[in-house]
């Protein structure tokens, strides 16, 4: 079974903070990596943060690094995405995705299976 579920987003001010989960299938969180995209509206959908488990290797967008971090909790099958300082740049629907062949994870080409998304608003 593939399944991913995030949940997690809501409505915060600006220099506010969320942490967004995202619940994978057993066989899902054995996938070589995970990662987090987002789309804002009218945008195309773009790499947030990814962990290749292999070394387990953080990767983050330039856009999020230091104020973003990813981390998961293996009892869980679960991954997470802590947002510390959300701007209203933050704004989107957050996606969880999950790699099935070995790929550079800041590609969305690369990622197989998808989450349905949660929506992160940001107020200013």
């Known amino acids: 079974q593939v399944q991913l579920v995030e949940s997690g987003g809501g409505l915060v001010q600006a220099g506010g903070s969320l942490r967004l989960s995202c619940a994978a299938s057993?066989?899902?969180?054995?996938?070589?990596?995970m990662g987090w995209f987002r789309q804002a509206p009218g945008k195309e959908r773009e790499f947030v943060a990814a962990?290749?488990?292999?070394?387990?290797?953080?990767y983050y967008a330039d856009s999020v690094k230091g104020r973003f971090t990813i981390s998961w909790d293996n009892a869980k099958n679960t991954v997470y995405l802590q947002m510390y300082n959300l701007q209203p740049e933050d704004t989107a629907v957050y996606y969880c995705a999950a790699i099935r062949i070995p790929g550079a994870v800041v590609s969305i080409h690369n990622y197989e299976y998808w989450g349905r998304g949660t929506q992160v608003t940001v107020s200013s």
């Open positions: 057993e066989r899902v969180f054995r996938m070589p990596a």
């Open positions: 962990v290749v488990w292999s070394g387990v290797i953080p």
